[in-house]
């Protein structure tokens, strides 16, 4: 293959991409990169396929690609444990006020022992709620069960029968689980259904005791709503490790909370995971050149 590569940690810039794009058959990119009808039309009736270095792909305008007859890989699976356990670090440092501890030390806060200074909440016999118990979904369950997680609850699409019994997870509407829930992990995919699910009705519904954390899109999360949530102590805490936008702007209302810990979406941030996951869109990307089948497609 010849290869024409944006050698650069920064995603390329959008001029760059349409010039880059023209004629060429196939595809590499990331979850930085926008995929939209100009980027297609940009490239012209010769782009056959195009292989994405995620395993989300609201990146990418489907609709518009399917119409093209491009095929799709993408790289699912191989960063179901990386992004699984950093779901769980993420609910441990925000349930424990682990930032905030820090930062007491280095600040000169730390003066004595109190009894209920730097007090957070514990996941034994708790009650934790996963909303969209996929792949990722099921590893953070599977994580969380022996921390004697009391009752796991989830909801979605559909029922997942096979997938909750081992966890014994009840399948329950949106509003039960945030009613119920001491714990909400959100793993589901960025859908139209899902937009905004996480709104000011769903934080009214929550726990004044509840932590919510969101490892999967942003916008699932109506981030106005969460801050309002947060500030006046509707919910204990949040963690997130993704937003709307990415970056979140240094001067952004949720930046302000001690309540709230938000981590550069990093799920997936390990050497091993970003490793196998270079290589697998690498190898989508050429079975799909050669007309072959893709280790991983994605079926439109």
Same mark, same amino acid.
């Given at each position: 293959?010849?290869?024409?590569?944006?050698?650069?940690?920064?995603? !390329?810039?959008?001029?760059?991409?349409?010039?880059?794009?023209?004629?060429?058959?196939?595809?590499?990119?990331?979850?930085?990169?926008r995929i939209d009808r100009e980027v297609l039309e940009a490239a012209g009736p010769g782009l056959k396929v195009i292989s994405t270095m995620s395993?989300? =792909?609201?990146?990418?305008a489907?609709?518009?690609?399917k119409k093209r007859g491009i095929r799709v890989g993408y790289t699912p699976d191989v960063l179901t444990d990386a992004t699984a356990e950093l779901?769980?670090?993420?609910?441990?440092?925000?349930?424990?006020?682990?930032?905030?501890?820090?930062?007491? !030390?280095?600040?000169?806060?730390?003066?004595?022992?109190?009894?209920?200074?730097?007090?957070?909440?514990?996941?034994?016999d708790s009650t934790v709620g996963i909303i969209g118990l996929g792949r990722i979904g099921q590893a953070v369950a599977r994580?969380? %069960?022996?921390?004697? !997680?009391?009752?796991?609850? #989830?909801?979605?699409?559909?029922? %997942?029968?096979?997938?909750? +019994?081992?966890?014994? +997870?009840? =399948?329950?509407?949106?509003?039960?689980? +945030?009613?119920?829930s001491d714990f909400i992990v959100v793993t589901c995919a960025l859908t139209p259904a899902t937009q905004g699910m996480c709104?000011?009705? =769903? =934080?009214?519904?929550?726990?004044?005791?509840?932590?919510?954390?969101?490892?999967s899109r942003g916008a699932v999360v109506n981030q106005e709503d969460l801050y309002d949530a947060l500030a006046h102590g509707q919910i204990a805490a949040a963690?997130?490790?993704?937003?709307?936008?990415?970056?979140?702007?240094?001067?952004?209302?949720?930046?302000?909370?001690?309540?709230?810990?938000?981590?550069?979406?990093?799920?997936?941030?390990? #050497?091993?995971?970003r490793s196998t996951m270079a290589v697998l869109a690498a190898d989508n990307l050429l079975a799909g050149l050669r007309g072959e089948p893709m280790p991983h497609e994605l079926l439109l």
């Open positions: 293959c010849r290869v024409q590569q944006w050698d650069s940690e920064e995603p !390329v810039p959008r001029a760059e991409l349409l010039a880059g794009v023209a004629g060429k058959r196939g595809l590499l990119c990331l979850l930085s990169d395993v989300g =792909f609201d990146h990418l489907l609709d518009e690609i779901s769980v670090a993420l609910l441990l440092a925000v349930c424990r006020r682990l930032p905030e501890a820090v930062e007491q !030390v280095k600040n000169g806060g730390w003066t004595t022992w109190k009894p209920l200074w730097m007090c957070g909440y514990g996941l034994s994580r969380l %069960k022996p921390f004697g !997680v009391k009752k796991f609850l #989830y909801t979605g699409s559909r029922l %997942k029968p096979e997938s909750a +019994a081992e966890f014994e +997870a009840e =399948f329950v509407p949106l509003t039960r689980l +945030a009613e119920e709104n000011k009705d =769903f =934080f009214s519904r929550m726990k004044k005791t509840s932590v919510f954390i969101n490892t963690g997130l490790d993704v937003t709307t936008p990415e970056p979140l702007p240094t001067d952004h209302p949720l930046l302000s909370l001690k309540n709230c810990v938000i981590l550069p979406h990093v799920g997936s941030a390990t #050497y091993a995971t």
